[in-house]
Nanobody, 126 residues
Framework: QVQLVESGGGSVQAGGSLRLSCTVS????????MGWFRQVPGKEREGVAA????????FYADSVKGRFTVSQDNAKTTLYLHMNSLKPEDTAMYYC???????????????????WGQGTQVTVSS
């Protein structure tokens, strides 16, 4: 069983930066990929960035390319999301997720993931 705990959210002005962290515990060897998703009230949860844990290849939603970077530490027990040049439209609850059973068809599809954290709020003011 894998457990995920996010941290690092907060309030920032437009143009600022934040770094989210996701600490992984439990049976950590079963993760094929991990991702960051976000959701605002009334909208579906959308994929922001994701990474294959073995090879390190990363993928991004078009809306965050060039501004966000997903990474993992060498021990692969912490996932990060570095967010730069933040915009008000980045305001959302951000969730960390892991896929522990098989490789995904599309790594940014939320339905591929079976393990989720509780979320951390990011608020960007103009």
């Amino acid at each position: 069983q894998v457990q995920l705990v996010e941290s690092g959210g907060g309030s920032v002005q437009a143009g600022g930066s934040l770094r989210l962290s996701c600490t992984v515990s439990g049976y950590t060897y079963s993760r094929y990929c991990m991702g960051w998703f976000r959701q605002v009230p009334g909208k579906e949860r959308e994929g922001v960035a994701a990474i294959y844990t073995a090879g390190g290849s990363s993928f991004y939603a078009d809306s965050v390319k060039g501004r966000f970077t997903v990474s993992q530490d060498n021990a692969k027990t912490t996932l990060y999301l570095h967010m730069n040049s933040l915009k008000p439209e980045d305001t959302a609850m951000y969730y960390c997720a892991a896929k522990t059973r098989g490789y995904p068809v599309w790594i940014l599809d939320r339905d591929e993931y079976d393990t989720w954290g509780q979320g951390t709020q990011v608020t960007v003011s103009s």
